[in-house]
């Protein structure tokens, strides 16, 4: 079964810089949309950016301007550059695969901690 694993997570300091990566184990045919989730303590799952085959991205207001998603088709990997992290940014971050018919597959999230 094809997984997602991502990378990058860590602690950084208010201001700081990190970069996330996703990557696909195996191939996966129909896919729609790549993007990244995050869900801090005691709150629900959020989006973070998706970015979609043709290149369409989409941005949650919070992150916008500093947050940047870029993906290989080829290589089936989805990136997160997170810039001006902020204490509030502290989350765990999930990677997202949309694909046709209707199926979503999640990786299993990598702790991004901003100390301030």
């Known amino acids: 079964q094809v997984q997602l694993v991502e990378s990058g997570g860590g602690l950084v300091q208010s201001g700081g810089s990190l970069r996330l990566s996703c990557a696909a184990s195996g191939s996966i045919a129909g896919i729609l949309v790549m993007g990244w989730y995050r869900q801090a303590p005691g709150k629900q799952r959020e989006l973070v950016a998706t970015?979609?085959?043709?290149?369409?991205?989409n941005y949650a207001e919070s992150v916008k301007g500093r947050f940047t998603i870029s993906r290989d088709n080829a290589k089936i990997t989805v990136y997160l550059q997170m810039n001006s992290l902020k204490p509030e940014d502290t989350a765990v971050y999930y990677c997202?695969?949309?694909?046709?018919?209707?199926?979503?597959?999640w990786g299993k999230g990598t702790l991004v901690t901003v100390s301030s």
């Open positions: 970015m979609s085959t043709d290149g369409y991205t």
């Open positions: 997202n695969v949309f694909f046709r018919p209707a199926m979503a597959l």
